[in-house]
Nanobody
């Protein structure tokens, strides 16, 4: 079992920055990939970013590329999402997710299906 707890959300203005954290506990040695997803009211959950836990390869949705940075600090089992130049359309509940599964192509990690564990979410509200 892997447990995920997000933190760092809040209310900011357009152009501001926020850093989300996801604390990973439990069977952390089984984790292969960590992801961030977000969901706005009335919309489907969408992929934001992912990182291979040991290899460090990173992936981003086109909508956040160049503004968001995903990273992980293995010493304290935490994954971060640094969000810069925030826009009102970034407003959403952000979820951290983990999967122990390995896929032959990174494109699988852009969908929610491979992820077995999810956090409770942290809200980000960007005002214009």
């Amino acid at each position: 079992q892997v447990r995920l707890v997000e933190s760092g959300g809040g209310l900011v203005q357009a152009g501001d920055s926020l850093r989300l954290s996801c604390a990973v506990s439990g069977r952390t040695f089984t984790v292969n990939t960590m992801g961030w997803f977000r969901q706005s009211p009335g919309k489907d959950r969408e992929f934001v970013s992912a990182i291979i836990w040991r290899g460090g390869a990173t992936y981003y949705a086109d909508s956040v590329k160049g503004r968001f940075t995903i990273s992980r600090y293995n010493a304290n089992n935490t994954v971060y999402l640094q969000m810069n130049t925030l826009k009102p359309e970034d407003t959403a509940v952000y979820y951290c997710a983990a999967t122990t599964l390995k896929y032959p192509s990174e494109r699988y990690y852009y969908t929610s299906r491979p992820y077995e564990y999810w956090g409770q979410g942290t809200g980000v509200n960007v005002s214009s």
